[in-house]
């Protein structure tokens, strides 16, 4: 089957943000959760308490996104922000337990032109 490029594997991306934030004191706590707040108001799922994951049109959604990941960091903690493609992501595996489920479902797309 041949894809658009608007489609490509390649040029689609998903973004995952790995983070570890301290939750010593009640302001700590108060960031980080704003922070996961802000992830979700972006569009981010939660994958697991602390990574969430995000689809990304083109590599320029995707810097724009970190753009403003960057600016809802917090003062203290550490955040990865890891950027991979489409093809990549489709080759995730996932377990639970010992027991593999089938892989990530990618979202609906439209192409409108």
Same mark, same amino acid.
């Not at 108001?41 to 799922?45: R, S």
């Given at each position: 089957m041949d894809q658009s490029p608007?489609?490509?594997?390649y040029r689609i991306m998903? /973004?995952? $943000?790995?983070?570890? /934030?301290? $939750?010593?004191?009640?302001a700590e706590r108060r960031a980080a959760?704003?922070?996961?707040l802000g992830l979700q108001?972006?569009?981010?799922?939660m994958s697991q308490f602390s990574v969430y994951l995000r689809f990304a049109a083109g590599k320029e959604k995707a810097e724009a996104l970190c753009r403003q990941i960057?600016?809802?960091m917090p003062k203290s903690g550490k955040v990865h922000v890891v950027q991979i493609t489409d093809?990549?992501?489709e080759m995730i595996r996932t377990y639970r337990g010992r027991k593999r489920e089938p892989g990530p479902k990618n979202p609906n797309q439209l192409v409108l032109f």
């Open positions: 608007a489609l490509s594997a998903w /973004l995952i $943000v790995l983070f570890d /934030l301290p $939750v010593g004191t009640k959760t704003r922070f996961r108001d972006l569009g981010f799922e960057e600016a809802l093809k990549q992501y």
